[in-house]
Structures are given as structure tokens and as C-alpha cells.
């Protein structure tokens, strides 16, 4: 009722604009409330001791926690990340207990999201259903004597990594993936998702369709592979997905292929790190299709692995990361055409274009890391805590 029910159906599409339907049932609620109520117990038990203590929460699996813990701690400062993007008004008004969940995330001092548009959405949001006094200059919630501030913290991936640009890692992870494939094509796609409907993996794979079919000097030489994690399996809408992607690879791969060659290879199993990064590094071009994400770090691993600054990236424009990431291919998941001429640009890219458009994407990254994220969310709590007044 708490993660799969009211987070995982009733909360995760709502957030979502993906067409499919939220579910809201009252017992998952109940579930829902009461989860949160025994995390804000646990937190209580952790700061016994503490003076003054920060509380970083993330997540939409604890939207009432910020509210729990000020009520038992008024002395913590709190901040919640939420990792998902957050609707506009109407659409988040449809939720039975729309006022509680704001209330609840509203105990924070500072939300964080993504960029700026959620949180755009979000003052809105707040302005509509509550009463409350939204300061639009320094984008805060001001309601019953508190002020919840809202910014954008675009998370990042850790670049520390030492890594060599000679491309000999590339080089190698292609030979190897090529070796597997037992086909030698010339070019490789590779896909990395979790198994969940708002990740596009459909629309990805009906574009690679049509660009086969609008390019077809490109049969027997492009090959997509698609490392699918199985996610949430219980909600019976997730387990009917791996199973239609499952089929609807199939199908295209009985239209198009030949005796030695597939266009779509659809490993659907969870992967280890070194194995992703092996596709990564092999590969010329990514695809990330989500049809909402609120960041989508997929993107951002294919280029942090392009240390050679080497491959494309096909990025929706519909990805927190596409605000960042603007030398990668942006594109509409709903258009096939757009995407399917997106493949043919990546393919056909000359290397000193995909040697600029990797560099600059590879230093925005290493400048905006997570680690930065981690920084700059608890400089602006401390910010927060200093600014007020004791008492
Ligand atoms: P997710 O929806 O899970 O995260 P994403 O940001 O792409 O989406 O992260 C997925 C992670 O899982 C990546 O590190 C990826 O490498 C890994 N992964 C994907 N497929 C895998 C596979 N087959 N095997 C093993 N690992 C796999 C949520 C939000 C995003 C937001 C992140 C972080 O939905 O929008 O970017 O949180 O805030």
C-alpha cells in the first residue's frame, strides 16, 4: 500500500505526464501515512541528542515527513529533494489528498527539485489550492508564519573517476560487444532504462524501426541494444510492459532481419555496473527517449563514459538533463520522424562534430557533479538556518 500502492501508482503518475492514469485508493493512503509517521519516529530517536539538526529527506515516498518532523523537532532545519518532476496545478489537483501532501512537504524550509519548471509548477500548485503568499522574487512559500524557499539542485553523476582519453577502454568495449553480437555491424546503439512506461522504451523502439526503414542502406549494419531492468514488477502495468516491449522488439526483428543480423537486442535483466559501462563505451550513439524524467541520468553516464569524446547522444527534450545538455540530439519521443532522423544525424555525425558537442556536455558535467548537488542543497539549508531569526 505505501511504496507500490500510493507511491508507485497514485503518486509516480501523477508526477508524470505520461498518460497513464494515476490509481488512488484510500487504504494505500492510510499505509502511506502511516509509513511516514513511523520514519518521522525514527528520525525523532536519530537527532535525540542533537541541537539544531539539518534533515535532508528524499523523495515522494515522504511528502508528509517534512511537516512529522518540525512537529516533533521544531528546532531542525529541513530540507526534501524530490526526484520526479512536479505537475501543474489542474493536473495535481486531481489528487484526492492533494492539500495534505503540500501541507506536509510545506514543514520543509527549502524543496528542491530538478530545474526551475517544477518548481515553477509547484509555487503555482501551492498558490492554487492553499492559502498561502507566494514570493515570486525569491521563489518561497510564505504560509501560517513559515517560509518553505524552492529552488532547482540539477543532480548530477560522480566524475571523479580518473579517466583516460585515448579511447583504448572504447576501443576494447566495442571489439568485445561486437564479438558477442557475432555480427559485424558499423553501428551500435545502446538503450539504458529501467522498465517503467514514462521512459519512452516503446516510441524508441518504433523510431529505430522507421529509420531503418527510411534508411535501409543502414539493415545488417545498425544494431540497438536495450539493457532493460526489470522495476517494480509487482504493479501488474510493469510486468505487462516488459512483456509487450519483449514482444514488440520481436516483431520488428521478424520484419527486418536476416539470417545473421537483428536490429534489436533486448536484454531484460538488471546489469552490473562494468556491463553497462562496456555498452557505453562501445556504442556510437545513445538513445534516451523518456516521454518525463524529471533529470534522467542514463544521458549523462554515456557521456561521462566518452572520456575518447567520441559517440552521440539522442536526449528528450522532455529530460530535466536536455536543459543542460544541449549538444545532444533533442528530440520529441511522440515523433517517430524526429527521433528516426535523430538516429540518421547521430549515425552520419562527422567526428569532430561529436569531439565538440562530447567536450562541452563533458565539462558541464564535471562542473554540475553530484557532489556539487550534495554541496549546494546543504549551503542553501545552512543559508536558511542563519537567515533565521532564534527564537
Ligand atoms: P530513475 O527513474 O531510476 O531515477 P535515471 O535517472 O535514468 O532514472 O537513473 C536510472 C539509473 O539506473 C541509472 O544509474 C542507470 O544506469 C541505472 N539502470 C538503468 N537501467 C539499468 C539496467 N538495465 N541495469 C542496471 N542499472 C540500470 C529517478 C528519476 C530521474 C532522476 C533520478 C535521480 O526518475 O529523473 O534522474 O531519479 O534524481
Known amino acids: ?75 531542525a532545519k529541513i530540507a526534501i529533494f524530490w526526484h520526479i518532476p512536479w505537475p501543474n496545478p489542474e493536473s495535481f489537483g486531481i489528487c484526492p489528498w ?11 524550509d527549502l524543496i528542491g527539485f530538478h530545474i526551475q519548471f517544477h518548481c515553477n509548477n509547484f509555487l503555482d500548485t501551492a498558490d492554487r489550492l492553499l492559502e498561502s503568499r507566494i514570493d515570486w522574487e525569491q521563489f518561497a512559500v510564505n504560509r501560517a508564519g513559515h517560509k518553505t524557499v524552492v529552488k532547482p539542485f ?43 512506461y514514462t521512459k519512452g522504451i516503446s516510441e524508441r523502439f518504433r ?51 536476416t539470417r545473421t543480423w537483428k536490429p534489436i537486442i533486448f536484454r531484460k535483466e538488471h546489469h552490473n555496473r562494468e556491463e553497462i559501462d562496456l555498452f557505453y563505451h562501445a556504442a556510437d550513439l545513445c538513445l534516451v527517449t523518456s516521454l518525463h524524467d524529471g533529470m534522467n541520468l542514463v544521458g549523462k553516464e554515456f557521456v561521462w563514459s566518452r572520456s575518447d569524446e567520441r559517440g552521440v547522444l539522442v536526449l528528450s527534450r522532455f529530460a530535466g538533463a536536455s536543459r543542460q545538455l544541449k549538444d545532444a540530439l533533442l528530440v520529441n519521443p511522440y515523433d517517430i520522424e524526429e527521433v528516426a532522423e535523430a538516429i540518421y544525424k547521430a549515425a552520419t555525425m562527422p567526428p569532430e562534430e561529436q569531439r565538440a558537442r562530447m567536450a562541452r556536455m563533458r565539462s558541464i558535467l564535471d562542473e554540475h557533479n553530484v557532489y556539487r548537488w550534495a554541496a549546494d542543497i546543504t549551503t542553501e539549508l545552512d543559508r536558511i538556518r542563519s537567515d533565521t531569526p532564534k527564537g
Open 1 to 75: 500500500g505505501y511504496y507500490y500502492g500510493f507511491s508507485n501508482e497514485g503518486l509516480w503518475p501523477l508526477c508524470h505526464i505520461a498518460h497513464t492514469r494515476p490509481v488512488f485508493r484510500n487504504e494505500d493512503w492510510t499505509h502511506y501515512k502511516r509509513v511516514n509517521e513511523k520514519y518521522a519516529q525514527a528520525v525523532a530517536e536519530e537527532l535525540a541528542g542533537t541541537k539544531d539538526p539539518f534533515v535532508l529527506i528524499q523523495d515522494y515516498h515522504f511528502a508528509l515527513l517534512p511537516k512529522l518532523i518540525r512537529h516533533i523537532r521544531p528546532d
Open 98 to 108: 492533494s492539500k495534505e501532501l503540500l501541507l506536509g512537504l510545506l514543514g520543509a
Open 154 to 196: 540539477p543532480i548530477g553523476i560522480a566524475t571523479g573517476n580518473p579517466n583516460s582519453t585515448n579511447g583504448t577502454a572504447q576501443a576494447a568495449a566495442r571489439q568485445e560487444v561486437l564479438r558477442r553480437l557475432g555480427h559485424p555491424v558499423k553501428w551500435l546503439g545502446v538503450g539504458v532504462d529501467r522498465i517503467d
Open 207 to 257: 523510431a529505430i524501426e522507421h529509420f531503418l526503414e527510411k534508411h535501409p542502406e543502414f539493415k545488417e549494419q545498425f544494431t540497438f541494444v536495450e539493457l532493460a531492468a526489470p522495476s517494480r514488477t509487482i504493479i501488474k502495468r510493469y510486468n505487462d510492459l516488459g512483456d509487450e516491449l519483449e514482444k514488440e522488439a520481436r516483431e520488428i526483428n521478424q520484419r527486418l532481419q
